[in-house]
């Protein structure tokens, strides 16, 4: 919070979703989601699968655009045009800029495999964000250095373990020094082994006060790591709130069955 004048001045949020709506033909998949992600605020989206928790956060970045709804990225509203089912970007150049601040981590790891992880990790601050090559060599080697991984810079993804993978696409996303991170499901296609490695740096990023968005179905991760919790079921938040509110003093009916499942997987 910044002071101005006497009086207190609350800083925008990072992320403020507004009444969300997305479908998919006949499936309504979100149903009218609204909230924020405050700076240093770690966000975990939890609930069952077809809950709408990977689209919402699609939706953040527009990979999928909403048929309703608002989405903000430091105050800034994301320009939309158009009716459902054919609403589209209404401004190419602010979706480039706004994306350029939006590190995403998704389920599969999408390094490009004709590139050493170091050139992986330098795409898009040389390409995209037009910066300079020394400056960014070194931030991309330091990125490496960071998640774990400063020795494969000059391998190939096929030469790392999928856990490795996964921390040079984390390390990827952070070399664009992003406002926030969002991160789907980022270890779902990995060995438990291998698990505990990714969410050790994603820990380590939070303890950083980083801004994140994060999907995942590890409910002792989701505890540990968040200010907030939202549980969605049915594309709609059914409970949110601090990990001790939703996971020590469940309201819902139905998140104390998902939680219940949870802990006997």
């Known amino acids: 919070m910044a002071q101005t004048a006497g009086a207190i001045v609350e800083k925008l949020p990072v992320v403020a979703i507004r009444d969300l709506h997305k479908s998919f ?8 989601i609204s909230f924020t992600a405050r700076e240093g605020e770690v966000i975990s989206l939890i609930g069952s699968s077809g809950s709408g928790k990977s689209t919402l956060l699609r939706c ?26 054919r ?25 490009w495999a004709h590139l050493t992880i170091l050139e992986n990790v330098m795409e ?31 391998s190939y993804p096929s030469q790392l373990s999928g856990g490795q993978q996964q921390r040079a696409a984390i390390a990827r996303a952070l070399c664009i020094n992003p406002r926030v991170m969002l991160f789907d499901e980022p270890t779902s296609a990995l060995d438990p082994e291998l698990e505990v490695e990714v969410l050790r ?18 409910m002792e991760f989701a505890r540990s790591v968040s200010d907030r ?13 601090t990990p ?20 006997h997987e």
């Open 87 to 111: 609403r589209h970007i209404g401004d190419e150049n602010q979706i480039r800029r706004i994306r350029s601040e939006l590190g995403m981590v998704f389920q599969s790891f999408n390094l």
């Open 244 to 263: 001790e509110e939703v996971f020590g003093a469940t309201k819902s009916a139905r998140l104390k069955q998902f939680l219940n499942a949870a802990n």
């Open 124 to 154: 898009a601050p040389l390409i995209v964000q037009k910066r300079a090559r020394p400056e960014v060599e070194a931030e991309a080697r330091a990125m490496l250095t960071k998640v774990g991984i400063g020795e494969k810079a000059d």
């Open 60 to 85: 953040i970045n527009m990979l999928e655009v909403p048929d309703k709804g608002v989405v903000a990225i430091d105050g800034e509203e994301i320009k939309l045009r158009g009716e459902a089912p």
């Open 229 to 241: 919790v939202i549980f969605l079921h049915q594309g709609l938040i059914e409970e949110e709130g």
């Open 25 to 32: 033909g006949a499936l309504e998949v979100l149903k009218g």
């Open 201 to 218: 740096v994603i820990k380590i990023l939070a303890d950083e006060g980083r801004t994140m968005v994060l999907v995942t179905h590890d």
